[in-house]
């Protein structure tokens, strides 16, 4: 199996709001179904256009909110402060798709799965294999994202005030009426900012889309490339069952990953066999082996699971004679199984020395970027983490 060639087949722009998005699961098919391994489809409601809605919504109540300390309408600033908050964190923490409903279409998670008899455990690998373009890269948009809290107390602070200036002639001169009003536009273009880092990528042209070659395209030819050689017996899995996810929605805050689990955590709660989740993510680019140390969203972060980030030191170790590096922290389809309980881990390679992590969601996320070698160590990774279990 040449890993480099389908990576070239894959390595398209194919955000979730794209025709690429269902080509890219077809060829995945496709592949499957040619080399005689059964699988299996989960169809869930994919919000294609998630960020954007919440990069407008939080916009304009930022607006709202300044237009309300110009007018000296408490109520209405104290409905846009607590809204903004209450917003994200329902559709970024509790998953609950409060405005980004409006627009829905269908997602596909693709799951192939090598079941012994009797097995006593199973180990899921995950990937996601659609790709997003974005105003700015990981860094960049962190480097954002860091202000989000004082934005939140800046919001209900301000709307506090308005309330004391309908009781305060004093506090409704020319300089604090300046200075809360400075603060009500200073929060407005944070939320700007913010914004573009949910939706810009609508400013981008369709030329300086990301390939997704190695967040994640690397990561799902890897996978590929595991599912075949378990097929074929050169990888023995023992009495583990192994399953392969390739999930949609990665982008869109983890939507296939979500619905997954949903749907079953219910039986693995009740069937009482242990399960490990190993995720990849920015497989197949140059540097080191790593692993996060903890997967989150905003608010809640979990821990990488101690005993998966032996196993996957170990596979590392034997294969290159290298340690494992970390990374502090990561958003990605693992959040979610571990929020479930699963032990988990997300690894893949580190950029270093290079571009590192920067550079994502972006047009330089291209093939140049991809290490053969690497490419070919992730999937003997995958099978020592495999065998370890035996």
């Known amino acids: 199996m040449d890993m480099m060639a389908l990576l070239e087949e894959i390595a398209v722009p194919r955000p979730n709001h794209s025709d690429a998005l269902g080509e890219t699961a077809e060829l995945i098919k496709g592949l499957l179904a040619s080399w005689g391994i059964p699988f299996t489809v989960q169809e869930f409601p994919l919000r294609p256009y998630m960020m954007l809605i919440m990069g407008i919504a939080v916009l304009l109540l930022a607006a709202l909110l300044a237009l309300a300390v110009y007018r000296k309408k408490p109520w209405m600033a104290l409905f846009c402060a607590m809204a903004i908050p209450l917003l994200l964190v329902a559709e970024y923490e509790l998953f609950i798709p409060v405005l980004s409903w409006i627009i829905r279409t269908i997602g596909e998670n693709i799951i192939v799965s090598f079941t012994p008899p009797d097995p006593v455990r199973e180990l899921i690998f995950a990937a996601h294999y659609d790709s997003k373009t974005d105003f700015w890269d990981h860094i960049q948009r962190g480097r954002v994202y860091q202000f989000i809290p004082t934005a939140f107390i800046l919001g209900i602070l301000l709307a506090v005030f308005t309330f004391i200036v309908k009781g305060k002639a004093a506090l409704s001169r020319r300089l604090p009426r300046a200075i809360s009003m400075a603060l009500a536009g200073l929060l407005a273009a944070y939320m700007g900012l913010l914004a573009l880092g949910f939706g ?188 370890g279990f035996r």
């Open 200 to 387: 810009g990528f609508v400013f981008i042209p369709r030329e300086r889309w990301s390939p997704g070659a190695v967040d994640n395209g690397g990561s799902v030819v890897s996978l590929l490339a595991l599912a075949r050689d378990l097929h074929a017996g050169r990888v023995d899995a023992g009495s583990s069952k192994v399953t392969i996810l390739f999930t949609s929605g990665e982008e869109v805050l983890l939507q296939g990953a979500h619905h997954y689990v949903r749907e079953h955590v219910d039986g693995w709660k009740k069937d009482g066999v242990p399960r490990f989740l190993v995720n990849l993510e920015l497989a197949g680019q140059g540097g080191n082996l790593f692993y996060a140390g903890k997967s989150g969203v905003f608010m809640r972060y979990y821990s990488a699971s101690p005993e998966l980030i032996g196993r996957a030191g170990a596979a590392w170790k034997a294969l290159t004679g290298r340690g494992l590096d970390s990374e502090e922290r990561i958003t990605d389809d693992s959040q979610r199984f571990m929020a479930a309980g699963i032990p988990s881990i997300t690894i893949g390679h580190n950029g270093n020395p290079g571009p590192g992590m920067g550079g994502f969601h972006s047009a330089d996320d291209s093939m140049e970027r991809v290490d053969r070698e690497n490419l070919e160590l992730m999937r003997r990774v995958l099978g020592k983490i495999i065998e």
